[in-house]
């Protein structure tokens, strides 16, 4: 959350819309922050965190044994079922020792405070646990919205941490300071996607996908545009069965083949080490306190609600005696109840006959299941309404503490917690479910108890290929809409003239709009049938089946700025979204307006226009000046140089540039800023007309400008070695060679050999460039590599 807004609305809370997640059709999903933060005296954190850091030691025993001698399973302190049994243990890694000796490097517990004050552990989160990005975000917006009261309560920071976690990560591996650690990610489709890219921005880390990586010698590399760079440590955020296709899910497209046996060689270090899942099961949480003995010889200091496995027949007796007081939860990921898998259901929300229902289902099939204490959660003062007036109430609240590794077998606790309060009608927090956040504040004893360390990461400068690719054609559509929005509005300026427009110039839009799918193939010639080309073009602006007008370039521009998301600005992205929401809704209305369909529809596309104009120069003034930076503005003058020399082309092959009407129109499409420099009226001639759209130094959209900025991205892009000019920009022809006297010469039969000779180097020049530098830098094949010691 690189700016978070604070929006006060009545009911004061903070909409984090910057960091909120978004699908492709961009509806947004804010997460709210509550005002309020929940305040721990240093007395009660001091439990916490001593309760916290005690059972990561037992769990991060617990993984060193049940992935080495299985000493706890053979002594009957763990049953296999849970272990063995769970989907979540991979049998795989059996026998491998992670990098640097730790399994867990984040862990995350659920606690809930009690009526008599205590707080009490109700789950536990070791496989990509949610929360770190997000609770860092809740932290940087309400420390803004109360600097006073921040800075007076003494509250202890929590950059310590997450730089702790960060250089622990790469002390532990064999580069050190220098290792490239990279956080993965599921992608922008993921609902924590938002929080991922936030967290990655803040850490300094590289953000990933599977498809960003690949195995070769059993090391992991990350594809950029400057070849593969090693990968020293995963940050992972992708559930472990997903990791590696070749292993584990062989339906996956989110993970690495070959990763597996990237960490048995031990080349990469994993937070956290594949194979914690089973750690998720409410069923273990009656067994560690006995773990806690036999591996640290201490009994546990946080203690859990008293838990029951009814895959033990006493268990399942006493489970079935007092289920009426209980809470149902399941003992795998997968169990009869589909997918809702892991919802509680508290015993006290059934009728009579449904709570029968359970307790015959748990009588069948006892192993499935995991019965737990029912805990009244305390409550948290929330702001509501009531009566349509805002107010205090009350809502119940739970907190998850994260513990961190800050070295090979030692851990810290963030100081402060993601703080989770239930919507009114449900008993436990579920940020998935609509619950609200809320800031936790752990207070010190004074000014010199606070860590005043500051992340000051900066971030690695690399760009992926998947991301380059995708920027590179952000470029392309959002050129590419810009033309086609001058194309639409122009046509139905010449269509609706004072006077009849002459027929070249209805023969050129019409080839033109046909050639850009502005209307469907079949549809009647511009110049033959006016009326209906002008209804065909107005029914197509929003982009239908048939058509790649306006409206599909919009959405192509919209996909491809989603899945860099991460690199857009908050402004820059919802201005993509509403210009695409906006156009296609006003561009449908404008199609049953009769007589006025074509007035409307050129004032939607002057709206569009403007929307268009301020997201260029976002991409222009907003975005990292890097490789990445340089291939969206490539795109953007490759679409400009095709579109505008084909332009020309189509403009003397009909003739209507020797036209009044046809000059004014061409001078139009070239962007209204050149028509400021159109030649008098006596410079109809072409000579006048070539000096400005293709010669000119000073007009931007010149095709000697474009070809020269092009030329620049290009070399600046991939420069051949000192002294030597890159291969592609070799490819761009060379405005110096080109020569008004020559471009006006004609043949006998009238016809500007040269000038049609040099349009079509240029849109040859663009077709071959697009493919070289998708070979090049987007081409996602590589010689294939054997994968052995599996």
């Not at 010889?297 to 268990?315: H, M, R």
């Not at 289920?323 to 003992?331: H, Q, T």
């Not at 291969?727 to 004609?746: R, S, Y």
Request: glycine share 8%; net charge negative.
């Amino acid at each position: 959350m690189a700016n978070p807004q604070h929006q006060n609305h009545g009911n004061d809370i903070v909409k984090i819309d910057d960091e909120a997640g978004a699908d492709a059709s961009g509806a947004q999903h804010p997460w709210s922050l509550e005002l309020f933060p929940l305040i721990i005296s240093p007395q009660s954190w001091q439990q916490i965190e001593l309760g916290v850091l005690q059972r990561v030691r037992v769990l991060e025993g617990v993984m060193a044994d049940v992935y080495g001698p299985q000493k706890l399973l053979a002594g009957g302190l763990l049953p296999p079922a849970l272990v063995q049994g769970h989907p979540g243990y991979l049998r795989a890694l059996h026998g491998v020792e992670p990098v640097g000796g730790t399994h867990l490097h984040i862990a995350a517990f659920d606690l809930a405070r009690g009526p008599d004050g205590n707080w009490w552990m109700i789950a536990q989160h070791t496989q990509a646990p949610s929360g770190l990005g997000q609770l860092l975000a809740n932290r940087a917006s309400l420390s803004r919205q109360f600097p006073q009261a921040f800075e007076a309560m003494h509250v202890q920071q929590l950059a310590a941490g997450y730089r702790a976690l960060v250089q622990g990560m790469q002390r532990t591996t064999v580069a050190g300071a220098r290792a490239h650690i990279a956080l993965l990610t599921p992608g922008p489709y993921n609902e924590s996607y938002p929080e991922h890219a936030y967290l990655a921005r803040q850490l300094g880390l590289s953000l990933v996908e599977g498809s960003d990586l690949t195995v070769r010698d059993q090391r992991l590399y990350l594809r950029t545009l400057n070849g593969l760079e090693q990968v020293h440590g995963l940050l992972t955020y992708l559930d472990d069965e997903f990791l590696d296709p070749l292993e584990l899910r062989a339906d996956s497209r989110l993970g690495v083949p070959g990763l597996l046996q990237t960490i048995r060689a031990g080349h990469v270090l994993m937070a956290n080490a594949p194979g914690s899942a089973f750690f998720e099961s409410p069923a273990l949480l009656g067994f560690l306190p006995a773990l806690s003995q036999h591996l640290l010889g201490e009994e546990l200091a946080l203690p859990a609600l008293a838990t029951w496995w009814c895959g033990e027949p006493a268990a399942l007796a006493h489970a079935l005696s007092r289920l009426d007081e209980k809470v149902i939860k399941p003992a795998y990921p997968a169990s009869s109840w589909g997918p809702a898998s892991f919802a509680a259901v508290p015993a006290r929300s059934l009728t009579r006959s449904a709570l029968g229902e359970w307790a015959a289902r748990i009588g069948r099939d006892g192993d499935a299941y995991t019965v737990q204490d029912d805990l009244p959660l305390s409550q948290l003062p929330t702001c509501g309404r009531e009566h349509g007036s805002p107010t205090i109430v009350p809502r119940s609240a739970t907190l998850r503490v994260f513990a961190i590794s800050d070295g090979p077998q030692s851990w810290r606790v963030l100081p402060g917690g993601l703080t989770r309060i239930t919507t009114a009608n449900e008993d436990w927090a579920s940020l998935q479910h609509g619950a609200r956040s809320a800031d936790t504040w752990v207070l010190t004893h004074g000014p010199g108890d606070v860590d005043r360390t500051t992340l000051q990461a900066q971030p690695k400068s690399i760009v992926t290929r998947r991301a380059a690719e995708n920027l590179y054609w952000l470029g392309r559509y959002t050129e590419r809409c810009e033309n086609t929005i001058r194309l639409a509005r122009l046509t139905l300026e010449c269509l609706h003239g004072e006077v009849p427009p002459p027929a070249p110039l209805l023969t050129w839009l019409g080839d033109l709009d046909a050639r850009n799918a502005l209307v469907p193939p079949g549809a009647p010639a511009a110049n033959l049938a006016p009326c209906e080309f002008e209804r065909a073009l107005v029914e197509g602006l929003g982009g239908g089946a048939a058509t790649a007008s306006v409206g599909f370039c919009l959405r192509a521009v919209q996909l491809a700025a989603f899945a860099v998301r991460e690199r857009l600005s908050q402004a820059h992205w919802n201005m993509i979204v509403q210009a695409s929401q906006e156009f296609v809704q006003r561009s449908a209305e404008a199609i049953p307006a009769g007589d006025h369909a074509a007035s409307d529809a050129m004032r939607v596309l002057d709206s569009a226009s403007t929307q268009l104009a301020a997201i260029a120069s976002a991409q222009n003034d907003h975005t990292e000046r890097d490789d990445g930076w340089r291939l969206l503005g490539i795109g953007r003058y490759l679409e400009r140089l095709g579109f505008l020399a084909a332009s020309l082309v189509h403009g003397f092959e009909t003739g209507s540039v020797r036209d009044a009407g046809g000059l004014k129109a061409m001078l139009a499409l070239f962007d209204s800023a050149a028509s400021l420099h159109a030649p008098p009226p006596n410079g109809r001639e072409v000579a006048a007309l070539l000096d400005l759209l293709v010669l000119d130094r000073e007009n931007p959209r010149s095709l000697r400008r474009i070809a020269q900025a092009l030329a620049q991205c290009l070399d600046e892009l991939a420069s051949g070695g000192p002294g030597k000019a890159s291969p592609l920009v070799l490819q761009v022809p060379d405005p110096d060679h080109w020569d008004l006297a020559q471009l006006c010469t004609v043949n006998a039969a009238g016809h500007h050999d040269r000038l049609m000779d040099l349009l079509q180097q240029c849109m040859s020049a663009v077709r071959a460039l697009s493919d070289k530098i998708g070979a090049l830098h987007f081409a996602h094949t590589s010689v294939p590599q054997s994968i052995g010691g599996a």
